[in-house]
Every structure is written in C-alpha cells, then in structure tokens.
C-alpha cells in the first residue's frame, strides 16, 4: 500500500510563494502520475498540476497556469508544486494523489492512492 505525505503548507500573504512537497512510501515516480488536487470547503476536489512521465510535458488547470509549477524528483520519492503570485482564491487544502498509469488526470476518481493534505491560507 502506497502511502503519500504532503508537506508545506502555511499561512501566505497575497502575492507570496510556496512550495508543497509529497513524498511516496515506494515506488520511484518514475512511471506514475502524480496530481495536485486542491479543495475547499463543501466543493469538489479540483485537479490543479500533473506531472507524469519524464519528458511528458506537465499539465496545469487554467487558474494556476504560469503560477505554479509541478515538478518530481524519483531518486527521493517526491513531487513538488512550487506556487507563487498566490491569491485568497488559492486557499484550499491541497492533496497529491498517484495514479498506477504514467498518463496524467485531471480526473481525481482515477487516483488510487492519496495523502492526508496540507492547508494552504492566503490572507494578509
């Protein structure tokens, strides 16, 4: 059983920047999809980046496109979404999901494995 862990998230103020991690228990990435899913409150769980394989270019939903950028490094395990210019409209809890196929999502019910997520506040 795979079993994913996000990582930092934070209180923001409008126009700041961070960078969320998630790390996998196993596999080495190489060869799965791993998404940035974002949600709030009473909504649905929105894809925002995907990365798949290497040399596959990343997909970005159209609000965070040239904001965020989604990256993974396979040797440790782990994905990154470096986001920046953030906005209130960008608080959400953010989740990485994996999905057992190289090909990307923005499809959150084809994600088998999920992590707990990490609360994103942008507010001055």
């Known amino acids: 059983q795979v079993q994913l862990a996000e990582t930092g998230g934070g209180l923001v103020q409008p126009g700041g920047s961070l960078t969320l991690s998630c790390t996998a228990s196993?596999?080495?990435?190489?060869?799965?999809?791993i998404g940035w899913f974002r949600e709030v409150p009473g909504g649905e769980r929105e894809g925002v980046a995907c990365?798949?394989?290497?040399?596959?270019?990343?997909v970005y939903s159209e609000s965070v496109k040239g904001r965020f950028t989604i990256s993974k490094d396979s040797a440790k395990k782990t994905a990154y979404l470096q986001m920046s210019t953030l906005s209130t409209e960008d608080t959400a809890m953010y989740y990485c999901?994996?999905?057992?196929?190289?090909?990307?999502?923005?499809?959150?019910?084809?994600?088998?494995?999920w992590g707990l997520g990490t609360q994103v506040t942008v507010s001055s």
């Open positions: 196993e596999f080495t990435l190489d060869y799965y999809a």
């Open positions: 990365i798949g394989n290497s040399g596959i270019t990343p």
């Open positions: 999901g994996l999905r057992s196929t190289s090909k990307c999502s923005s499809n959150a019910m084809t994600y088998e494995y």
